[in-house]
Each structure stands twice: as structure tokens, then as C-alpha cells.
């Protein structure tokens, strides 16, 4: 078996994280950095136990014939054409989220994905975690019944003590709260209805705490997505909030619902129907990326290029379904008025 070789594109926080997710994966091998800062060769060793080759430039490092993979780890703007400059090249790409900031750059990705023929993973993460993957089989399963209504929210402060706050004020480079964050709420709401959105209508406003006065754009929306089944979904979005990091989901069906690490059923007679039952699982608790489960991801994408499949956990129509949920809310919360997905029409 060939091991898969990885170049890092963006030596900052997520990068960090994808190297030891790479690293920690059987035939698979980071080594290459493609960074605008000169870091010395101790530094990389000191922080992963190995040296890197550094490339200043990007062009320079799709020209590198080791390398089979690409991990985009820059800031949202740069993605689009990165990402194109790398399926031209041959190589198969992992993206941070957003993929883009608007919808003409998702088409543009998913143009240069289809006309490669290489993988294209979006870090939407949240999936692999132990919650969504306890949610998504007990909904298989029927525990709670036909989903009508479920909520996913995204509560995550991120003002002047946080690292990306200084570029990611900047409507350019940050979009929306929805974009630059909260699309991994939508993104779960949308995995875990399984339905297709149709419309969707939002509101969107901003803290009076002076923390967050450099932004640029509103850092709280609330969105409501309409099913083509009638399910009613809800997602919160919150880079403005002076609380500890939340990612809250709830979910109602027809025979019971299910709120974070708790479910409450009329499936199971031997429950309680005065309170709810316990999940030991995982939860969404925290927007460090150290702490996300990106192997499953990666893992996914390994066995995608190595079997010659489709990827099966996050596959791009799904990223970019997401992307087009999130950028129609904003656009309805600027309109003020329910907005269609068919305005959103394909490449």
C-alpha cells in the first residue's frame, strides 16, 4: 500500500490539528508546509517530532510530485481559488469550512472537483462526533419517531481574545456568523433532518458589547428552514455571545425527542415518563479544534482515493447544499423576508 502524502496549506490553528490527524492515520504522511511566515526547521520538530519541507509559495508546493494531497487551512477568502489551483493540479483537496463566501465560489469548487476527478472533503467534523453518530443511528432506528421540528445552535464568542478575531472581523474575510462559523449548526441540522430545505427565512443583529464592535457584519442570526416533508427546522448562530462555548440540539419526533446527552421516548416502556433518559456520549462541547474529530473525516477520504469511491461521510453536494442554506439566511435576513433555495440554481 502507497502511503498518501499531505501538504499543509496555512501553518496556523487548524493546520495543527490536521497534521496529527493525518499523522495518526496508517499510510498517511505530512510532509510538506506551505506557509507566508519563515518557521525554522526546530520548530516544526519541537511541535511534531518530525521536519517538514517549508514552501513560501503555493504554486511551488502543487509542483511538488510527492505530495497526492492538499489541506487547505488559510482564511476563507483564499479557498475558491486555492482550491481550483490544486484540482488542477491533481491533487485531491481537504477544505476548511467555508468552502466559500458566496455561491458563485461553492460552483466553482464543485466545477473543479467534477472536471479533476479528484476528492474534494469539506471539515464539516461535527458529524463524527460520538453525539451525531449516537443521534443519526437512533433516528435510523425510529427512537423518537418522524422528525418535525429540530434545532441546532452555535454559541461561541469570538472576540479580541480569540485567534482568528483579527481578520475574521472583516466582512471580506468573515462573511456572516452563519458562514464563518455557524454553518457546522446548519450543517448538523441538515445531517440530522436528512430532508431536503426548501426555504428559509432569518433574522440577524449584533452584541452592543464594545468587544464586538469591529465587526463588520451581524454577529447573531436566527434562521427557521422549511423541509419539503414539513419539518421546521431552527438555527442559531452566535459569535457575539458572552457565555461558555454551547452547541445545543434538540430534536422532536413523533414518538419522543432527543436534547443534547438526553432522549426521552414512548417506544421504550420501561422508561420513566417523568423525566429523561441519559446518552454517555460525546457532546459538541468545545471550538477548539483540537478537540474536533476530524480522523473519521480524513479517514473517509483516504479510503475514498484508495477504493475509488465517493466519500461517504461528508460528500461535497452535501457540503455545498449547507453552504447554499446558510447563504440564502443571509440573504433573507438582509431582504427581510423568507428566501428560496431555487434562487440558488446549479453549475
Known sequence: MRTLRFGIVGYGWAAGAHIKSFEAIEGCEVVAVCSRREIPREQFVARHGKAFRLYRDYD??????????????????????QTEKACAAGKHVVLE????LDWEGCLRVERAARESGVKVLVC???RAIGSFVTYKKMLAEGVI??????????????????????WNVKKA?????????GCHAMDGLLWLVGEEPVEVMSYATQSAHPAFRAYEYPTTSSTLVKFRNGAVGK???????????????????AEGAIWNDKFHTDRYGG???TGW??????????????????????EDLVGAIREGRELQLVSLESAILTHKACLAADLSAARGAPVSLKEFSSG
Open 277 to 298: 433518559s441519559t446518552l454517555n456520549v460525546q457532546l459538541v462541547d468545545s471550538g477548539d479544534v483540537e478537540h474536533h474529530p476530524y480522523i473519521p473525516l480524513f
Open 60 to 81: 511551488s508546493l502543487l509542483a511538488d510530485s510527492d505530495i497526492d494531497v492538499v489541506s487547505i487551512c488559510t482564511e476563507h477568502p483564499l479557498h475558491v481559488e
Open 271 to 273: 422508561l420513566r415518563k
Open 97 to 100: 469550512k467555508p468552502m466559500a
Open 173 to 181: 474575510f468573515g462573511g456572516s456568523s452563519l458562514m464563518t462559523a
Open 145 to 166: 419517531g418522524k422528525v418535525h421540528y429540530a434545532e441546532v445552535d452555535y454559541y461561541h464568542g469570538i472576540g479580541p481574545w480569540y485567534r482568528q478575531y483579527e
Open 235 to 253: 438555527v442559531a448562530s452566535s459569535i457575539d455571545c458572552i457565555q461558555p462555548y454551547l452547541f445545543n440540539v434538540h430534536l422532536l419526533g
Open 124 to 126: 464539516f467534523e461535527v
